[in-house]
């Protein structure tokens, strides 16, 4: 095609940030010198794993050891597999879930069991939900090792409330609880329970991520807050000669810039509701409600493959999901306002050309 508005693709497939982080990231990079290149770590000469560590610690009011530092999320939820699930032992995932969550426990040797969400609305938009009395009954009676809760879920986009979550947590003391939140801060930025249930439950852990809020999904930079229980988990997380310090201190710099965030996390909320309103106005189309940076869309099986096509040829990549719980569905990266206009421009010209 001539005159493509982009010469490159436009990748909306991958739930990264097409924004990217704060300036000051950037700026930060060309001032790097031989102490965080060259050198190790001296944190731990204080006492402490990591000054990013300490600095979580403080702010949400815990020990410095109940936060775990990790290689993103895909890391710790390795590493807390690898740990502590026997072969043949159970862990409790989503049917509608993120591809690694279905294939983690296979490399120790243990399997899966899965709980559907529900189906229903939030104010006018449709919505997957958390089914708790399903999700318990599930729980009671496959008596799993580890759970997993995704929060908000990718790819549908819903969260699971505190309440219910609360409700939850006091069913399943037996179990080691991961709540995996690394879409946190594109639908709520709430943190409110997060040093009350980490007391109250010391199996849980609840983990997050510098890839997606804060658009580091390049350092590979995941924390966590473990409970009490998980002292094993700590030990074995821990890297005594640090980490990655050019990663930490960009990891420092995009917490401590909220203004950026919220500005790019605000945008992106406009172009949500855009979203909803436009896929609402296509037949055949439902778009979910989405606490996160990417919109599940389902749209009719019969124009996939040529949808794909068409958008393959403006550079626009969306990821077409196929999968047993999804055949009809596609998840759309949010990217910057003018990708967003531009894909829903394009998503329109094919239909109209279908039409035809
Ligand atoms: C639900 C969920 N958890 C965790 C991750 C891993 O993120 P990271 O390892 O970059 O922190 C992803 C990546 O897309 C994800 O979708």
């Not at 009676?141 to 505190?162: H, L, Q």
Request: glycine fraction near 6%.
């Amino acid at each position: 095609m001539n005159n493509l508005k982009y010469k490159t693709i436009q990748y909306l497939d991958r739930n990264e940030s097409q924004y990217g982080p704060t300036p000051k990231c950037f700026e930060y990079l060309k001032t790097v010198g031989i102490e965080e290149l060259a050198w190790y770590s001296r944190d731990f000469s204080r006492g402490v794993k990591s000054k990013l560590s300490e600095r979580i610690a403080k702010d949400f009011g815990f020990k410095e050891n109940q936060i775990i530092i990790s290689y993103g999320s895909e890391d710790i939820l390795k590493q807390l597999i690898h740990r502590y699930l026997a072969r043949g032992e159970k862990v409790l995932i989503p049917k509608e879930a993120w591809w690694y969550y279905k294939k983690v426990a296979y490399e120790v040797g243990g399997f899966n069991v899965e709980y559907p969400m529900k189906k229903g609305k939030i104010g006018k938009i449709d919505s997957y939900l958390y089914d708790l009395d399903k999700l318990i009954k599930i729980y009671d009676r496959e008596k799993p090792r580890i759970v997993i809760i995704a929060s908000p879920n990718n790819p549908t986009g819903n969260m699971i409330s505190k309440e219910e979550l609360g409700k939850f947590l006091d069913v399943c003391r037996g179990a080691i609880v991961m709540i995996d939140e690394a879409y946190w801060g594109f639908g709520s930025k709430d943190n409110s329970y997060v040093k009350p249930y980490i007391d109250e439950f010391p199996n849980l852990i609840i983990c997050r991520t510098f890839s997606k809020y804060f658009a580091l999904a390049g350092t590979r930079m995941g924390f966590s807050f473990a409970g009490n229980n998980l002292e094993e988990l700590k030990g074995y997380t821990t890297r005594y000669l640090g980490y990655n310090l050019v990663s930490e201190n960009l990891s420092l710099i995009a917490y401590d810039d909220n203004k950026y965030y919220e500005k790019v996390t605000g945008m992106m909320q406009e172009d949500k509701e855009y979203f909803y309103k436009e896929f609402n106005k296509m037949k055949g189309f439902t778009p979910y409600k989405s606490f996160a940076n990417f919109m599940l869309v389902d749209m009719p099986a019969g124009i996939r493959k040529d949808l794909d096509k068409f958008l393959k040829e403006r550079n626009l990549l969306i990821k077409f999901l196929d999968e047993e719980a999804f055949k009809t569905e596609t998840r759309i990266t949010l990217g910057t306002r003018e990708q967003n206009y531009y894909l829903i421009d394009s998503i329109k010209e094919f239909l109209k050309k279908a039409k035809h």
